[in-house]
């Protein structure tokens, strides 16, 4: 079965520091990986997904297949930034059905 | 277009009773899946639906069983509460691969 690991629970970070939010996956076929994110008191949205190849909010995420890894990441990061994020996977391109990590809170500190 | 509606947003119940969750999908959207969200385990798939058939399911006990009217709208049920079904219910409806997510039912079990 397919499996997502976002390994830190809670990033720190300064407003204009880099930031990397780890996220890798098990899966043996070819999986759509995404981002989402959760602001405070808002509603679970999309950030982006790999197929894309965008950038939203200055973030980006590569998709690298040989390290089974989607991390996400922005150069320099903002208070509004500070948020939960789920690193996402879709196995099935028939399904809608989601994986998701444990998520990753990010905290932006001024 | 109006986003993903849930109702009830807050629900309170005992064990041993049960319980209906509704969501209205984006117009146009046919797939609406569930997922459960709880502090421990984070976003658990629950089912899928698309044109009043499920296609896809959790790892969920039989307590926990949804359907899909021809408008799309869809229910799940919960029969029998138990402390551990305590959580966020969340229902999103897709359209071309991207979930949209609704805002989610907190049920409380005591």
């Known amino acids: 079965a397919q499996r997502v690991t976002q390994p830190e629970k809670l990033l720190s970070v300064f407003k204009g520091a880099p930031v990397e939010l780890k996220c890798n996956y098990s899966?043996?076929?070819?999986?759509?990986l995404f981002w989402y994110v959760q602001y405070s008191r808002q509603r679970l949205q999309l950030l982006l997904r790999?197929?894309s190849r965008e950038s939203i909010k200055g973030f980006t995420a590569d998709l690298n297949k040989g390290e089974t890894s989607f991390h996400l990441k922005k150069p320099f990061a903002q208070e509004e930034d500070s948020a939960m994020y789920y690193c996402a996977l879709r196995v099935n391109s028939g399904y809608s059905t989601l994986t998701f990590g444990k998520g990753t809170m990010l905290l932006v500190s001024p | 277009k109006a986003g993903v509606t849930q109702t009830p947003r807050y629900l309170i119940k005992t064990r041993g009773q049960q319980v209906t969750l509704s969501c209205s999908p984006i117009s146009g959207h046919r797939s609406v899946s569930w997922y459960q969200q709880t502090p421990g385990q984070g976003l658990q798939f629950l089912f899928e639906?698309?044109?009043?058939?499920?296609?896809n399911k959790g790892n969920f006990p039989g307590r926990f069983s949804g359907r899909q009217f021809s408008n799309s709208r869809s229910e799940m049920n919960v029969s029998t509460l138990e402390l551990g079904d305590s959580a966020l219910y969340l229902c999103?409806?897709?359209?071309?691969?991207?979930?949209?997510f609704g805002p989610g039912t907190r049920l409380t079990v005591l």
């Open positions: 639906y698309f044109s009043e058939t499920q296609r």
């Open positions: 899966y043996s076929g070819s999986p759509e």
């Open positions: 790999h197929i």
């Open positions: 999103a409806s897709s359209l071309a691969g991207r979930q949209f």
